[in-house]
């Protein structure tokens, strides 16, 4: 059965950084698009940023300057540092995987795309 586990959340001032991680448990993740959403209260899931199997990423452009992604394949463990953050930055944070997607249908993809989810990792900043 797949398992994504979504850590490194918490509450933080503006500008502070925080990395997010995402350890898969039963996918290669090398197979896969990944990509983090984020959801605040009231408002819908947004794609934030996403890395195919072949490396390429993109971003939300809320995200652009500010947050990187990146995958180490041979810990299957996905990753998003996340600096300067705004109190806009503040919602859940979710990691998603869909299988053989690559570039561009990964960075294409919306949350309806995916197959497999984490139970998310809250993200608060305060000013």
């Known amino acids: 059965q797949v398992q994504l586990v979504e850590s490194g959340g918490g509450s933080v001032q503006v500008g502070g950084s925080l990395r997010l991680s995402c350890a898969a448990s039963?996918?290669?993740?090398?197979?896969?698009?990944l990509k983090w959403f984020r959801q605040a209260p009231g408002k819908e899931r947004e794609a934030v940023a996403n890395i195919a199997g072949d490396g390429s990423t993109s971003y939300a452009d809320s995200a652009k300057g500010r947050f990187t992604i990146s995958r180490d394949n041979a810990k299957n463990t996905l990753y998003l540092q996340m600096n300067s953050l705004k109190p806009e930055d503040t919602a859940m944070y979710y990691c998603a995987a869909k299988y053989k997607y690559w570039f561009p249908a990964c960075s294409r993809s919306g949350s309806a795309d995916f197959e497999f989810w984490g139970q998310g990792t809250q993200v608060t900043v305060s000013s």
């Open positions: 039963n996918i290669t993740y090398a197979d896969y698009c």
